[in-house]
């Protein structure tokens, strides 16, 4: 596997799971969504091949974007028997993702756990059953870098500040405590005085102040919101203290909006990103946050496909799908989704479609 193969990996018919549930978990409901929010909900479902991404440009099923979707939906409560075909459907093709033989991907592994756990499966009834026990083994346990999820891997290390916070979720559903305490500090050291994470973990302590001035500790709005997940999660499970550093990467978040709504990633305002941020800023109970969540979404709906949108356009069978970014948008009207561009829209709409549910659930 290729380093550029490592960096995609790290980015859903009704069928009978073969995955065994938690015991007590109970099936999972449907919830209301925004109009809005179901449109990309069921575009992405029309985008499964048996549950799965398939990327026809360079012909691979893509794991990592197929979790997004899955964590997407968890996250609305929607298509409960979509849900169990995904988690089914990734089982066998979990050995490629997480790395086989020698190579083992923290990052990965703390992807995969987190999607299934929520899905309410054991991490010993799925795959090969030892997918908890290798991350455990990829945690760092002493020095400057106790704490840290690395990969152990020919290509190097990939693991970085967002797959650290997958790590700390899996941690914490599993209910690990010994490996989520030191993963979380590990995690809150990539947060700076400001509010922020950083994306990568680079600089002389391993922590997000040292490397400040350097040009290694640059914010990132997609590692903040992913971060704070990650926070959440821990705090979930009981670990104490993480108030204030949840408060402060949203109340980052906020000041990073733009007056249009949009959230900057990789140098471009992009639905992505802007999905993200609208995610955990929705989830706050302080009215600011989630007047920014709210403000996200209608920026966002700017960029989804409506009937009237589409109309006399290639896109016109495409209702739901979010692009990019405006020039994303208007060369869909122009050449619609190809092979070429479908990889995009796909992973826009994954994230965007949680983010749109805030023209619902930020007014409450």
């Not at 499964?48 to 409560?77: A, M, R, S, W």
């Not at 010993?124 to 990969?151: E, F, M, P, T």
Request: hydrophobic fraction near 40%; charged fraction near 20%; include cysteine.
């Amino acid at each position: 596997m290729t380093p550029f193969s490592r960096r995609v990996l790290l980015g859903l018919t009704s069928i009978a799971t073969s995955a065994t549930m938690v015991a007590g978990t109970v099936a999972p409901a449907t919830a209301a969504v925004s109009p809005q929010s179901k449109a990309a909900v069921d575009w992405v479902a029309r985008e499964l091949d048996n549950g799965i991404v398939h990327n026809d440009q360079f012909d691979f099923d893509d794991i990592g974007l197929t979790l997004d979707v899955l964590l997407g939906y968890q996250e609305l409560k929607v298509r409960p028997a979509v849900r169990k075909q995904i988690v089914d459907a990734v089982e066998p093709l979990a050995g490629s993702y997480v790395g086989t033989g020698k190579e083992s991907y923290a990052a990965q592994l703390g992807k995969l756990l987190t999607a299934v756990q929520q899905a309410g499966v054991r991490p010993s009834q799925y795959g090969s059953g030892k997918y908890l026990k290798r991350l455990q083994d990829r945690i760092r346990v002493k020095g400057k870098q106790a704490g840290r999820a690395v990969d152990r891997s020919q290509y190097g290390n990939f693991t970085k500040t967002i797959g650290q916070s997958y790590v700390v979720q899996a941690f914490a559903l599993a209910g690990r405590g010994k490996y989520l305490r030191p993963t979380t500090a590990f995690l809150l050291k990539q947060q700076c005085k400001a509010g922020f994470f950083r994306e990568d973990v680079v600089s002389s302590d391993f922590t997000c102040q040292a490397g400040r001035g350097k040009g290694q500790s640059a914010p990132s709005v997609d590692a903040t919101a992913i971060a704070v997940m990650g926070l959440e999660a821990a705090r979930r499970a009981g670990v104490k203290g993480l108030g204030d550093d949840i408060r402060d990467a949203r109340n980052w978040l906020v000041k990073r909006q733009r007056p249009n709504g949009a959230f900057v990633g990789n140098g471009v305002a992009n639905t992505n990103t802007t999905g993200l941020a609208a995610w955990v800023l929705a989830d706050s109970k302080q009215k600011p946050h989630r007047r920014a969540a709210l403000k996200a979404a209608r920026w966002i709906r700017g960029h989804q496909v409506t009937a009237a949108k589409a109309d006399g356009t290639p896109l016109a069978g495409d209702t739901g799908a979010v692009a990019y970014d405006a020039a994303a948008f208007q060369a869909g009207r122009t050449d619609g989704i190809v092979a070429e561009t479908a990889d995009q829209w796909r992973r826009a709409t994954a994230q965007a479609m949680v983010g749109l549910d805030a023209l619902r659930t930020a007014r409450r």
